[in-house]
């Protein structure tokens, strides 16, 4: 944990727990399908610089996000942790932008020698138009915070998902717009049906809280071993209840699911007609190959420039559908990149 003093509310100190980028190439997915839509949700202005995020509780444990306009400072300490390394993340008070109630994202650890962190009591001079404090998504539903939370999963373990996909079936030419085709097939030739909650004998892998790339495990509960202070995110693709999801259909299996589609065309749609920063992100991945990020109303995409792409809808909660190369998915995927915003 990186502990700090800051001014929040009421001259308390802050004691930071972790950070995360709010940019327009780096935000948390749960809080919108791009960077306006996330600055939006925090009632921030979406300015091209972007802020930084510190989350933390203050003297009585109340848990506070700071926004702070210092990015650099952000994110020297982001990758700082990432590398195992201390970092005292110390924002100026004239960096401040203002400081909101709650977390957007569930911290799984918390300050030494304070209550355990809780939302802050209602300011009695707001006269009830203060902020409502932050919270993560419910991991009891299936939702467009969710849809964008797993694929996030995705592409931080893209080869653990990509082995579930035999190259037979990646590769085969497809009548769909995009070389569409959702069908996986196990062993006994039956229809393996991966999911975004890691369910029917998928691996319990590492969760994600954006594009960010700060990783939990469903189970921990303090700091990584490398030092890095960690983030327990809720689990993206959480069934509703036992026996409340229902299965996907045999269109979705067949690459014909409408969703897929209409997913597929709107991604084209993006490189006639732009869309907000941070709708379509490009990232690092091995060889010359570039991660795509891609989300719309109701999907949310993730490929690689020199391999398939992985598709989950909102309409079909916990599903994930292949889109195989085909013909045109690679001028797709190049054209998204070549648009994309990236990591500076």
Not at 21 to 49: I, K
């Amino acid at each position: 944990m990186a502990g700090t003093d800051n001014t929040v509310a009421d001259d308390d100190a802050l004691y930071v727990l972790t950070a995360v980028l709010l940019t327009p190439a780096q935000f948390p997915s749960v809080l919108g399908d791009d960077y306006p839509a996330a600055c939006t949700a925090l009632r921030l202005e979406p300015c091209a610089e972007g802020y930084g995020l510190v989350l933390g509780q203050d003297g009585d444990g109340a848990r506070w996000t700071v926004v702070v306009d210092d990015v650099s400072l952000v994110a020297v300490a982001i990758a700082s942790w990432d590398c195992g390394m201390e970092y005292d993340l110390s924002p100026d008070d004239r960096s401040v932008v203002c400081a909101l109630p709650g977390w957007p994202l569930a911290v799984a650890v918390a300050a030494p020698g304070v209550s355990a962190p809780h939302d802050p009591e209602p300011d009695p001079e707001a006269d009830g138009e203060d902020f409502a404090p932050l919270c993560p998504p419910d991991t009891d539903m299936w939702g467009p915070a969710q849809r964008r939370l797993g694929a996030d999963a995705i592409a931080l373990q893209w080869a653990v998902w990509r082995e579930q996909i035999d190259d037979e079936t990646a590769f085969a030419p497809a009548g769909d717009k995009g070389g569409a085709d959702s069908r996986a097939e196990d062993s006994d030739g039956k229809p393996d049906r991966p999911r975004a909650d890691g369910s029917d004998g998928e691996p319990d892998g590492p969760q994600t809280d954006g594009p960010d790339g700060k990783t939990a495990g469903p189970d921990d509960d303090g700091p990584q071993a490398d030092g890095r202070p960690e983030v327990d995110v809720p689990r993206a693709g959480a069934e509703a209840a036992a026996g409340t999801v229902p299965p996907a259909d045999d269109a979705a299996l067949s690459g014909t699911h409408p969703g897929v589609r209409r997913a597929l065309a709107e991604a084209h749609a993006y490189v006639d007609a732009p869309p907000p920063p941070g709708r379509v992100r490009s990232s690092f991945a091995p060889g010359d190959a570039r991660m795509i990020r891609a989300d719309g109303p109701g999907w949310s995409m993730v490929a690689r420039t020199d391999d398939i792409a992985f598709l989950l809808l909102d309409e079909l909660p916990g599903e994930i559908l292949t889109v195989g190369r085909g013909t045109e998915l690679p001028g797709l995927l190049r054209a998204l990149d070549a648009m994309a915003v990236r990591p500076s």
